[in-house]
């Protein structure tokens, strides 16, 4: 993937898919069934490169599915509620590219709430922390593309203020100095929106 060769790639995620299922077959145990669902994952991710949103979807929520039984089987822990907020954030971004907002609004939805469920268990690490941002800003981007407004405002507010507090807690690292220019992006282009739409309704 790295270098370019998806289709090489896609192969190759495509016999660990197999490998899984037959790893699967002598015993259904949570770490068999959480294999599958990373080389799914991987699948969906090719495929995704691809442009083949609809193949990319259907091995998300294969893993999405096995994830949901791995929370059934050992419980609520830290490692498979995230686990489920990663496969819920992958169909919710194919979601997204297929135009269904509505669908990509309720993935993103039930993965924040499991994000601030796990942010109540471990505590605010910048982990959990940075992960709640990434989840309140995919909810943000389908509000706005929905039209409300106002609820994108709030998650992108809580998200840079979640990402002004990374910043000034680890100002050398790098996937947080960057993250509050990330969220103040987002505003600017929410207001101009919302003004977009305010001229439109007084010129119609």
Do not use: C
Request: no cysteine.
């Amino acid at each position: 993937m790295r270098r370019g060769r998806i289709g090489e790639a896609r192969e190759t995620a495509a016999w660990l898919v197999q490998t899984a299922r037959a790893r699967l077959a002598a015993g259904e145990t949570p770490e068999a069934l959480r294999d599958l669902s990373v080389s799914l994952n991987n699948v969906g991710n090719t495929d995704q490169a691809l442009g083949d949103f609809e193949q990319a979807r259907a091995a998300f929520t294969e893993s999405l599915d096995i994830r949901r039984r791995i929370l059934a089987r050992v419980g609520e822990t830290p490692e498979a509620l995230r686990d489920l907020s990663v496969s819920l954030n992958n169909v919710g971004k194919t979601d997204q590219a297929l135009g269904d907002f509505e669908q990509a609004r309720a993935a993103f939805a039930e993965s924040l709430d499991i994000r601030r469920r796990i942010l109540a268990r471990v505590g605010e690490t910048p982990e959990a922390l940075r992960d709640l941002s990434v989840s309140l800003d995919n909810v943000g981007n389908t509000d706005q593309a929905l039209g409300d407004f106002e609820q994108a405002r709030a998650a992108f507010a809580e998200g840079l203020a979640i990402a002004r507090r990374l910043a000034a807690a680890l100002p050398s690292h790098g996937d947080y100095k960057d993250l509050p220019t990330w969220f103040e992006q987002r505003m600017l282009e929410l207001a101009a929106a919302s003004k977009k739409e305010l001229e439109d309704f007084d010129r119609g």
